[in-house]
């Protein structure tokens, strides 16, 4: 099924929906079930581009490379891969379509059989991500595909050559002709003939064998403790989980469906109570992580959206022959858990559960 993935852009057909919810009042507290993942992948942006799926996905291959590497910045730095050319395999690398809205599981699963993606430098996603295009198309090349089917001639075509000259991507004659050979092609072929660059000599990126993990199993209810104990363990196994869950709705009650990887998880606390947060590393850029204080956000609305969604699910990848810890579990705190000492940082050495760990924020309130 393709799912309608979200855009960064936020429609203003937007109404009370946020599946991330700050925590508002809550602080995090000594926790024994806090885990955060370490020698993480750069952030990405992936623009107003809807490949959140690939994105995702990358980042759990680039993890598996390079976090255990003796320098693993060099690493993610040496090993950049595209995202664009990974999504060649959500359909299968030998259909040559680049999709907008895609499933990661199936990705991982098709990837899992080469493992070798085209290097970031071999391909136009910046340009891509800058190409304009209008409501209600997905990009700029489903636009231009609308008039190409349309018949127009090239003067009438000539901005869209133009678009992408401006970009560096070739010169206006080159681009029209390619454009009218193009013609009978889908979007997602089109993509695929405009979006690598001729004669690039980097290398391509290859990645390690790898088993594939999903919760809920096929065939299964996903519930709040099973969704909790699949992430806490492969948290525990220092390995990331790729979570689909619906981000937006419309007026209509329309789900826009995103993909971001999880990398930590915690629990905060106040006076009234506590709840579960997740670390998101989203695939929206700087700005986003710094907005939803470095990616910390609720579980709830997360959890209960592949509840209640049959198709959703979470997916992760470890080292071929390796799995998630499945004999874990998750403390979910109902209050605050013992006396805590307002003012008192919690300090690097008991930050993962020392019974004489304090809060990290002051003025938690009893």
Not at 186 to 198: A, G, H, I, M, P
Not at 216 to 242: C, H, M, R, T, W
Not at 243 to 260: L, P, R
Request: hydrophobic letters at 30%.
């Amino acid at each position: 099924m393709k799912w309608p993935f979200l855009f960064l852009f936020i429609s203003s057909q937007v109404f009370a929906y946020d599946a991330y919810e700050s925590r508002g009042t809550r602080k995090p507290v000594c926790d024994p079930s806090y885990l955060e993942l370490q020698n993480l992948p750069p952030l990405r942006d992936q623009g107003a581009i809807g490949i959140c799926y690939s994105f995702s996905s990358l980042l759990l291959l680039e993890h598996l490379k390079c976090s255990q590497a003796t320098d693993p910045q060099k690493c993610y730095a040496q090993n950049r891969a595209s995202a664009v050319d990974l999504t060649k395999f959500y359909k299968g690398k030998e259909y040559n379509q680049i999709s907008v809205g895609g499933e990661p599981e199936k990705l991982l699963k098709n990837f899992s059989q080469t493992r070798s993606a085209v290097n970031d430098a071999c391909t136009y996603f910046d340009a891509w991500a800058r190409l304009p295009y209008s409501q209600p198309f997905e990009d700029f090349f489903h636009q231009m595909k609308t008039d190409l089917n349309s018949g127009f001639s090239d003067s009438m075509l000539t901005c869209h050559a133009e678009d992408m000259a401006s970009q560096n991507m070739g010169n206006v004659q080159e681009l029209l002709s390619l454009m009218n050979t193009s013609r009978n092609l889908k979007v997602e072929e089109l993509r695929s003939k405009f979006l690598y660059k001729k004669n690039c000599q980097d290398p391509n990126i290859s990645f390690p064998t790898y088993d594939l993990h999903r919760y809920p199993s096929y065939g299964s209810q996903a519930n709040n403790d099973g969704i909790l104990k699949f992430v806490k363990g492969n948290l525990e196994q220092q390995q990331p989980v790729e979570v689909s869950f619906c981000a937006e709705k419309n007026s209509d009650g329309q789900c826009y469906y995103h993909s971001t990887t999880i990398v930590g998880m915690r629990n905060v606390c106040d006076a009234t109570g506590c709840n579960v947060q997740y670390r998101l590393q989203n695939s929206y850029g700087k700005t986003w992580q710094d907005n939803h204080d470095d990616g910390w956000v609720n579980t709830k609305v997360i959890n209960q959206s592949i509840i209640s969604t049959s198709q959703l699910s979470l997916t992760s990848i470890s080292p071929k022959g390796t799995k998630p810890n499945t004999q874990t579990s998750y403390q979910q705190h109902q209050k605050i858990p013992f006396k805590v000492a307002a003012q008192t940082p919690l300090s690097s050495q008991n930050r993962f559960g020392s019974s004489q760990c304090y809060v990290e924020l002051p003025d938690i309130g009893q």
